[in-house]
Structures are given as C-alpha cells and as structure tokens.
C-alpha cells in the first residue's frame, strides 16, 4: 500500500487543530513534494526527515512522495510535524503498519541523528487533541510528563525515531516516562516580613491579593515599592487545577516552562524592563505572533517597576486586557487570542530625581513632574483599583527591623477571604471581586443600603471619581469586608474604599 495518515496538531495561539497528514508514494521523478500551507520551518523537514530516517538504518522511499498537511487552509508552523511526517511516509513505504500509525496524533521535532527533540506547546496541544476524541498521543521523551497532565489519553514518549519504529513494531515495550526531576513548582517567594514598615501600603496589598485588585504604589525611590510589589505572589492562593494547565499551556507555547516542572501551580510574575517593547509585553513577533508578558502574567502579576519610564505605548496597549482579560492579535496570517487575567501592579516615582515629595531636596521643576507623571495616562489609572501613597520607614522601623507579619500569616487571610468571595460567586464566571462587572454590583441581589453609598455618591458628584471608579470602589468595599468577615460592605468599607482609590496625590489621576 503505498498511502498512508496519521495526524499532528497546529497551534494557533493556545488552541490547538487537529492536522491530518497523508503520505501517498507513486512512480515517477524520486523527491519529497510537501503541500497544505506549510510554513518556512516545516518546509526544511524535507532535509531533517531523509537524514533521520537514513541514519536511524530505515530505508528511504525512492519515489515521487506527496505529503497532504489538512485542512490546507490551517498555517502550520514549526518543525513539531517532523515525526509525523517521518512515521507516515515509512508507513506508506510499508516498513510500518498503516492501520498502527492512523488513531495517533504525533508530535516530535527530529534531529539529523533520528533524536526526537522536545518542542514546544505540547500541553494545548495534548488537550485540544483530547477534546477532539483521539486516545493515544507520541510526543518526544522530553515533553513526556507535560504530556501526562492531560487525563484520558495514552501517552508514547520516545527519544528517537528508531525507538518510536521499535514500539510500534511491537519490538520493545513502551518506554516509561520519566518523573519530574525536582517538585512541581517551587515556592520561592520572597516574605513581607522583609519589610520595615509601610503598614499601610502592606494592607494595600494584602487588599489587592484578597481581591484580585490592580495596585498602583507612588513615592520615593528606596522606600519599599519595589520590594512590596515582590511579594503579592508569595500572598496568592495557590492556582486551582484549571488554573495551573491554563498557566502552563501559555508558557508550554512560549518555550518558559522550567526544566523538570511541568506543572505552574503558583501564581507567576513578570517584571518586564522598562525599554520593554509593545510585541514583547503584549506579544508578537514574525508570523503567528508569540504570548507576551502580559498572557505570561496569566493568573499572576504583571509588575511594572519606573512604571513612567515606560513607552507610553506599551502602558496603554494594556488598557484592553485590563478590561476584558485576554489579548487579541490580528496579523496578516490571522488573529489569535491569548488569555491575560492577571494583576497589574505599577510602581512610580513622583518626578524624574524621584524627591518631589520632598520640597527642599527635589531639583526637578513643576513642568518637569507633570510631564514625568503624565506618561501614565488617565485611562490607564482609571483601570487601577488601589492608588497609595508609599513614604519613608521611620528611623525606629529601620533601627529595630519591623518587619511586621509574614507571608505565611497574610496568605491565610488572604485564602479566607478569597474563600468567601468564591463561595458568594459560585454559579457565575466569576471567582474573585475584581472581576465582578459594576452592573452586577448595583443589581438588587448585592445593592448596598443607601445610607452606607452616600460617601461614595458625594465624591462621584464632585467629580473625584469617575463612573468606572464608582464600580471599582464598591469592589474594594467587598473585598475590605471579606477581610473582616462580614457578610456585606457598610459604610467604613464604602469611606476605606474611597481612601485607598484616591490616597495617592499623583498629578492627573483619574479616580
């Protein structure tokens, strides 16, 4: 028989396509024709194949060789079909058995030695491959234990194209995949009680890991802000199990997944330098563009340190995620989609020396501080839910190292009070109250009394907050009573609320 077909996966973004690969060999002028809009990657295959196969010892087909990737109008990308090119022209040479090759899905990038090397975006591709009924998978030895996160399927992880021969011949049993080499994820994060002082600002964050809150910290260079914004993942919960595969999918597509854990289970956080790019922050690059810090901040926190030092391109191109939670890139090739709930925190000095709260010391003059702080536009503030002033520790916090409390101690407040919110949102596609729409707020199942919202009406109609801040204040106000164990915010939540929005006197905030 001299046709053959098994199938492959194309990702687009983190969503993975079935591909089927068909290899029929005729008579006629000997070469390797390969069609279905492959990329200039796949196109190479032709070359890595004929070596592998040749130096595995399996015969090369001399004949004209057609190979079909479909549906042709899907762009592949990438040399993870290599494997299954190579096992789907050797079945249609007949050193394979065609009907063993057909119910695979096979992922696997060939080395000219016959190595299978490891590639990447085998996570989304396991689980788009799942959903779409197939039950066994041959992916490389070295993606084996990502590969196994996916229940419901039968997983083949081999190192070669000679072993991969070998067990679907029958010769040898399937080889065991190994264990991770270290745990699955690694808690290293820093601990607030690193921290001396700054009581305020360290209720900020407990405020904002509680929540799911966007947090802007605004003050001199050296007082803390930095190390703060640090410590908000160590708070976190731990990801839920539908968290961590969405996680891990997104950085198994950008290549980031740390040797010997394939599994993220903690909240992830990215700091981008500030000559960052808007493709790296956002995603991009040639072709069908990458994840960018943004979808790599999934479920985690996006850490802009000198936030104004930023191109102000970059911080509006988040303005959008910040609201919907996911990014959409169109290119010529096609749009795709990559999730991006994460937590913006951004840290700004008050002026270019960094000393403006300190009239005597700064050297920076007025035009100079509204241009420095104008860099971060009143959209983008409007979107953040904390704004607080840090200051200088006092000489006492310094001398006797105040580092107040732990980690540890917060994150059990914190997993209570995400606790409650989980349990008031149960049955809606929300889990925490940041990402609580306004309109469901004012429905008359969550109306606070109006006696309690009267401070919160006073600032709106004076113009201190806008109607997005008016939402953004009465998610604050739920999280500050999960904090404190009760079953609806009152009026001191409504005013600390208020407080926490507008305490940072940055010029041209937009509460």
């Known amino acids: 028989?001299?046709?053959?077909?098994?199938?492959?996966?194309?990702?687009?973004?983190?969503?993975?396509?079935?591909?089927?690969?068909?290899?029929?060999?005729?008579?006629?002028?000997?070469?390797?024709?390969?069609?279905?809009?492959?990329?200039?990657?796949?196109?190479?295959?032709?070359?890595?194949?004929?070596?592998?196969?040749?130096?595995?010892?399996?015969?090369?087909?001399?004949?004209?060789?057609?190979?079909?990737?479909?549906?042709?109008?899907?762009?592949?990308?990438?040399?993870?079909?290599?494997?299954?090119?190579?096992?789907?022209?050797?079945?249609?040479?007949?050193?394979?058995?065609?009907?063993?090759?057909?119910?695979?899905?096979?992922?696997?990038?060939?080395?000219?030695?016959?190595?299978?090397?490891?590639?990447?975006?085998?996570?989304?591709?396991?689980?788009?491959?799942?959903?779409?009924?197939?039950?066994?998978?041959?992916?490389?030895?070295?993606?084996?234990?990502?590969?196994?996160?996916?229940?419901?399927?039968?997983?083949?992880?081999?190192?070669?194209l000679g072993e991969a021969l070998a067990v679907l011949r029958g010769e040898q049993p399937v080889p065991e995949i190994e264990a991770p080499s270290g745990?699955?994820?690694?808690?290293?994060?820093?601990?607030?009680?690193?921290?001396?002082?700054?009581?305020?600002?360290?209720?900020?964050?407990?405020?904002?890991?509680?929540g799911g809150h966007h947090l802007l910290m605004f003050g001199p260079p050296g007082v803390g802000k930095t190390m703060l914004a640090e410590r908000l993942p160590g708070i976190l919960p731990p990801l839920t199990e539908e968290q961590s595969l969405a996680v891990t999918a997104v950085h198994s597509v950008a290549g980031t997944l740390p040797p010997g854990r394939p599994l993220l289970t903690r909240a992830p956080l990215l700091a981008p330098h500030h000559t960052a790019t808007v493709a790296s922050i956002v995603g991009g690059g040639a072709g069908l563009p990458r994840p960018g810090a943004a979808s790599l901040a999934h479920h985690g926190v996006l850490m802009l340190d000198e936030a104004p030092e930023f191109a102000s391109g970059v911080l509006d191109a988040l303005r959008q995620p910040l609201e919907s939670g996911y990014v959409t890139l169109s290119r010529v090739n096609g749009s795709l989609r990559y999730p991006a709930r994460f937590q913006l925190v951004l840290a700004a000095n008050p002026c270019p020396c960094g000393l403006a709260t300190s009239s005597d010391s700064c050297r920076c003059p007025p035009q100079a501080q509204r241009r420095y702080v104008g860099r971060l536009s009143g959209p983008l503030l409007d979107r953040i839910d904390l704004a607080v002033g840090v200051r200088q520790p006092s000489r006492a916090d310094l001398a006797e190292g105040r580092g107040g409390e732990s980690s540890a101690v917060v994150a059990e407040r914190v997993a209570e009070a995400r606790g409650r919110a989980a349990r008031r949102w149960r049955g809606t596609p929300w889990t925490c109250n940041a990402q609580v729409p306004g309109p469901e707020l004012r429905s008359p199942a969550w109306r606070l009394q109006s006696a309690d919202l009267e401070p919160l009406h006073e600032a709106f109609g004076r113009g201190a907050i806008s109607a997005r801040g008016v939402d953004r204040v009465l998610r604050l106000a739920w999280t500050l009573a999960d904090l404190a164990g009760k079953e609806q915010p009152q009026r001191p939540e409504i005013l600390t609320a208020l407080h926490l929005r507008t305490s940072a006197q940055l010029p041209g905030l937009a509460a």
């Open 1 to 160: 028989m001299s046709l053959a077909r098994t199938r492959s996966m194309a990702l687009m973004g983190v969503a993975g396509h079935v591909v089927e690969v068909e290899a029929d060999l005729s008579q006629g002028v000997p070469g390797l024709s390969l069609i279905g809009l492959p990329d200039t990657a796949l196109s190479e295959a032709r070359d890595r194949v004929r070596a592998a196969i040749i130096n595995t010892g399996a015969r090369w087909p001399n004949r004209r060789m057609t190979v079909n990737l479909s549906p042709a109008a899907l762009p592949k990308r990438g040399s993870a079909f290599d494997l299954a090119l190579a096992l789907c022209l050797l079945a249609a040479d007949g050193q394979l058995e065609p009907a063993g090759v057909a119910p695979l899905v096979v992922l696997g990038e060939l080395g000219l030695d016959g190595r299978v090397r490891a590639v990447r975006g085998v996570l989304p591709a396991v689980l788009a491959a799942v959903a779409a009924g197939v039950e066994c998978v041959v992916v490389p030895a070295a993606n084996g234990a990502e590969a196994q996160l996916v229940p419901g399927v039968r997983v083949l992880g081999v190192a070669s």
């Open 183 to 210: 745990p699955t994820d690694v808690d290293d994060a820093p601990d607030l009680a690193d921290v001396a002082g700054q009581l305020e600002v360290r209720y900020a964050v407990e405020i904002a890991a509680a």
